[in-house]
């Protein structure tokens, strides 16, 4: 059976006395905290971006959520989803691990309270962060591989440390969001009564609004993927490999204080169509089209996903390529001029550029959606795949989207792909994105 201990309530902030970071850490990278790197500050300042207030970041992601808890009338939110913790409480833990692994926990209360349950001894990893009310290690991994055939008593423990959060802060308010969690948890959670709700509902529209902080991380992230984009651009040549070009991205991301990257799609010349392929052992060929999706999770676990498009070689392209690609990007900037406050997501699908015939087949399986640590909320639909009420929503500002298109026929030999990252304000929407399109490929 699994067992737990329960840290000291943090009452602040770890003390230190030395120089800080821009961001507001510690100059001391002796620190359990990860960060990004002095490449990566040094390259924002000569850009002319402001970084983000940690302290005050963090501060107004709790804030988002105790504001969807008191609007749903929820006793709290139980999240096992690596980035609705890590949104929660900015701690960050063998994160991919996690993922599949779900040995980390948070407990945030309708007030605010926070309770983070880590790895077994990673208490200490986050000892800094002040708006974590307790730390518990161990009690929240019941699934097999760490619980084995005692998972349903190791499950039924952890549920008894819920259901007195629930008491404590709930009264008589039962309802507790889950985001996702094994099913000995929620029978067990089942079991002392507790009303089970939806998590990731109360996340992700936590999440879908960015306040300063979290949109200057954003524009962080974004320049330091374009960066890495700019190393592989200057990479690219005929003979390497779609592999070889893919680890520049890896490697620059990682070098600056970034995380992951949650795909690998990078394809060349008939591996573009279709598409959704991940980069592999092909050798780029003079006069092919090579097309990638970033998907890169990289300074402050901020997501920065765009795509492009390049030609190959010294050559011209051909007259099918540059048709495709000028389909591709009249798509997405078409449906990025509609997006303002108050547009239904509905009314996007509907209003939406029209693919050729030729390309619908083969479409990509979103139109726009959310951006943040991750793909999010909202998903906008082709028309072709919308679902009545399940995105009844509008346009607010502050969300961050992505707006992409692929352009690939059925049989053909290629296929083009184009992403850029937005941001809605409050009279329109700003582009957030400054990667250059293939100017082979736009004349």
């Known amino acids: 059976m699994s067992s737990f201990s329960v840290l000291k309530p943090k009452i602040g902030p770890t003390k230190w006395s030395g120089a800080v970071k821009p961001d507001g850490t510690p100059e001391d990278n002796d620190r359990v905290e990860i960060g990004p790197t002095n490449v990566a500050f040094n390259e924002w300042a000569s850009l002319g971006l402001t970084v983000p207030n940690l302290d005050r970041m963090r501060k107004t992601r709790l804030d988002r959520i105790v504001q969807q808890l008191r609007k749903r009338d929820y006793a709290g939110v139980l999240c096992f989803d690596p980035l609705n913790i890590r949104y929660a409480t900015d701690t960050s833990n063998m994160q991919i691990w996690i993922m599949h692994n779900p040995s980390r926990a948070a407990f945030i209360s309708a007030d605010g309270y926070v309770v983070l349950w880590d790895f077994h001894r990673c208490g200490h990893l986050s000892n800094y962060l002040p708006l974590i009310n307790e730390t518990r290690e161990g009690g929240a991994g019941f699934f097999y591989f760490v619980a084995g055939d005692e998972e349903e008593a190791a499950a039924r423990e952890f549920a008894g440390q819920i259901d007195e959060l629930v008491r404590r802060f709930g009264g008589k308010n039962r ?30 529209h936590a999440r879908a609004i960015k306040g300063i902080d979290e949109i200057n991380a954003m524009r962080c992230s974004l320049a330091t993927c374009e960066i890495a984009v700019g190393k592989m651009r200057e990479q690219l040549r005929p003979g390497m490999a779609e592999t070889e070009l893919w680890s520049v991205l890896h490697a620059e991301n990682i070098a600056r204080g970034g995380e992951w990257i949650e795909t690998r799609i990078l394809t060349s010349g008939p591996r573009t169509n279709p598409w959704m392929q991940e980069a592999g052992p092909r ?76 390309f619908v087949a083969q479409r990509y399986g979103i139109m726009i959606h959310g951006i943040g640590l991750c793909d999010e909320y909202p998903a906008i639909a082709y028309p072709e795949d ?26 053909g030999r290629e296929g083009v792909k184009l992403e850029d990252q937005v941001l809605i304000t409050e009279d329109g929407v700003e582009n957030l994105t400054k990667c250059p399109f293939d100017s082979a490929l736009m004349g």
């Open 175 to 204: 309802r507790l969001a889950v985001d996702r969690i094994e099913i000995p948890g929620l029978r067990a959670l089942d079991a002392v009564g507790i009303e089970v709700c939806n998590g990731m509902q109360v996340m992700e």
């Open 283 to 358: 050798r780029l060929v003079a006069g092919d089209l090579l097309a990638f999706d970033t998907d890169m999770v990289g300074p402050y676990g901020m997501c920065a996903d765009i795509s492009r498009t390049w030609f190959c070689g010294d050559g011209k392209p051909t007259d099918e390529q540059r048709r495709l690609h000028a389909i591709a990007h009249e798509h997405i900037t078409t449906n990025m001029a509609m997006l303002k406050p108050g547009v239904s997501f509905t009314e996007l699908t509907e209003r939406s550029h029209k693919l050729p015939a030729e």
């Open 386 to 411: 919308f679902v009545p009420g399940a995105f009844d929503y509008v346009l607010e500002p502050g969300m961050t989207l992505c707006v992409e298109a692929y352009i690939g026929a059925v049989g």
